[in-house]
């Protein structure tokens, strides 16, 4: 059964830092590229990060220079830290892996930025 439990998130002012984790189970976490997306009340879900297995890293422009994901391959988990954040990075943060097709997402993490 695959598994994706993010923790983390919090209350925090503008200018704050937060670092998430997305601990997995049930994948071959070593082989799998894994993503954090981000939904803002109201908004749709976007993509904010992704590491392949290689641990090649992308970032929406958004988020890019602020926010830093990384994996520990030996601990099945995903990382997002995030930097300089600003209120429009209230949101709730999921964590995504895609196997065989088929997406797997976590519950999700909130994410409060205000002051």
């Known amino acids: 059964q695959v598994q994706l439990v993010e923790s983390g998130g919090g209350f925090v002012q503008p200018g704050g830092s937060l670092r998430l984790s997305c601990a997995t189970s049930?994948?071959?976490?070593?082989?799998?590229?894994m993503r954090w997306y981000r939904q803002a009340s109201g908004k749709q879900r976007e993509l904010v990060a992704t590491i392949t297995n290689a641990g090649s890293a992308d970032y929406a422009d958004s988020v890019k220079g602020r926010f830093t994901i990384s994996r520990d391959n030996p601990k099945n988990t995903v990382y997002l830290q995030m930097n300089s954040l600003k209120p429009e990075d209230t949101a709730v943060y999921f964590c995504n892996t895609v196997r065989f097709g088929t997406d797997y997402w976590g519950k999700g993490t909130l994410v409060t930025v205000s002051s």
């Open positions: 049930g994948i071959t976490f070593r082989l799998r590229t």
